[in-house]
């Protein structure tokens, strides 16, 4: 599985962005996707999942301001962050789980101007 993100840049704050990874090579069988972020100097962190029936899974400091979907058609997951704040600044990695094993995408960077 090859996972592609997208959508990243400079915004400032109270700015939207959205976020986008899409899955090729074997996609079928995927179950959750989501998204994890990395600030610089900082651990690598769960930001939202999303389950192929679309539960979803979002980190404390997020909930409410960023919204995780799917198109399972398109096999593609999406991060729709609003609100941003500086401390949203990180590289942004979106994550697909297939048969127990996890595939990343590369990063994509997120920076919010104050």
């Known amino acids: 599985v090859q996972l592609q993100a997208s959508g990243g840049g400079l915004v400032q704050a109270g700015g939207s962005l959205r976020l986008s990874c899409a899955a090729s090579?074997?996609?079928?069988?995927?179950?959750?996707m989501g998204w994890f972020r990395q600030a610089p100097g900082e651990e690598r962190e769960s930001v939202a999942s999303?389950?192929?029936?679309?539960?979803?899974y979002y980190v404390d400091y997020v909930k409410g301001r960023f919204t995780v979907s799917r198109d399972n058609a398109k096999n593609t997951v999406y991060l729709q962050m609003n609100s941003l704040k500086p401390e949203d600044t990180a590289v942004y990695f979106c994550?697909?789980?297939?048969?127990?094993?996890?595939?990343w995408g590369q990063g994509t960077q997120v920076t919010v101007s104050s």
């Open positions: 994550y697909a789980y297939k048969e127990r094993a996890r595939y």
């Open positions: 090579g074997s996609p079928f069988s995927i179950s959750a």
């Open positions: 999303i389950t192929s029936g679309g539960s979803t």
